[in-house]
């Protein structure tokens, strides 16, 4: 489990990201592009994923990122490694079925209408990795190393002189001039 701990030190974060900062900071399909060795790439739909990723798996995966709580989140981090596992249209077909099915049951929104359930949304996850083609597996260490030289290229966020409004903008809004008043 000890090799696990440097996934599980990726954040997952809703959306999709322009660069992942230093502690992760990226959609789930997207640090399974990064994992699976991929240059790193924004994934605002499935249809960016490359080829060898089931474009239904990956939006069940992406529908329960961003619906999820950040706690819930990061519980999909073991699923990163295996999301590249696209198959004949066949069964691209059937995953799609199985999902819409599970989507349109009341298993995911209930008790109430628009309340979601984490957990069932894990279970369909699951089970449409269980249909067709499994993905090949990738060890561990191989992935985290993946997400690490990410992590570790990426530069920390730097602050603007100035602050955070451009110097134009605060001429037009009269703050320039309140602000040097004020020193």
Request: hydrophobic share 40%; with cysteine; glycine share 10%.
């Amino acid at each position: 489990m000890s090799d696990f701990s440097h996934i599980l030190n990726w954040k997952l974060l809703r959306g999709s990201h322009k660069f992942p900062g230093p502690d992760g900071g990226t959609c789930i399909n997207e640090a399974a592009v990064l994992a699976c060795g991929f240059p790193y790439q924004r994934v605002g739909s499935v249809k960016a994923m490359p080829a060898c990723f089931s474009r239904p798996i990956c939006g069940l995966a992406m529908h329960l990122n961003d619906n999820a709580t950040d706690a819930q989140r990061q519980r999909l981090m073991p699923f990163v490694t295996r999301l590249a596992c696209a198959d004949t249209p066949e069964v691209e077909r059937e995953r799609e079925r199985y999902i819409d099915a599970y989507l349109n049951s009341d298993n995911l929104f209930s008790p109430a209408p628009g309340q979601f359930d984490f957990q069932r949304g894990l279970a369909a996850l699951e089970g449409a990795l269980a249909i067709g083609r499994q993905v090949d597996p990738l060890g561990l260490e191989e992935a985290a190393g993946r997400l690490d030289t990410v992590r570790a290229s990426a530069k920390p966020a730097t602050k603007r002189p100035g602050g955070l409004l451009p110097a134009k903008l605060k001429g037009w809004l009269g703050l320039s001039q309140a602000l040097e008043s004020a020193e």
